[in-house]
Nanobody, 122 residues
Framework: VQLVESGGGSVQAGGSLRLSCAAS????????MGWFRQAPGKEREGVAC????????SHADSVKGRFTISQDNAKRTVYLQMNSLKPDDTAMYYC?????????????????WGQGTQVTVS
């Protein structure tokens, strides 16, 4: 699976951004599509994921109520709507895909990764 992220940028605290992840090269009937983030000096953190077949979602506690993952299967695109952004949300955000799990926020479960898109909150 090839993944291309877009939508990152700089925003003031309290603002919103929407990230997009366009996927191609599907070979399985469903995938867990996830968003991860990594800030300098910190470990990669699972943010949210959605199962493309069932629509089941999972969000990290740190973003619940602020971030929402969604998908458009016709476009093979996954979105991450980020509201009420905080400086602590500043990180490189990565899209990832796994055909091995239904939903997961653990990076080791994902075999395909995008290049990332930077989000900076000041």
């Amino acid at each position: 699976v090839q993944l291309v992220e877009s939508g990152g940028g700089s925003v003031q605290a309290g603002g919103s951004l929407r990230l997009s992840c366009a996927a191609s090269g599907y070979t399985y009937s469903s995938y867990c599509m996830g968003w991860f983030r990594q800030a300098p000096g910190k470990e990669r953190e699972g943010v949210a994921c959605v199962n493309t077949g069932s629509g089941t979602t999972s969000h990290a506690d740190s973003v619940k109520g602020r971030f929402t993952i969604s998908q458009d299967n016709a476009k093979r695109t996954v979105y991450l709507q980020m509201n009420s952004l905080k400086p602590d949300d500043t990180a490189m955000y990565y899209c990832a895909a796994s055909h091995r799990v239904t939903v997961s926020l653990h990076a080791e479960h994902f075999e395909s990764w995008g290049q990332g898109t930077q989000v900076t909150v000041s």
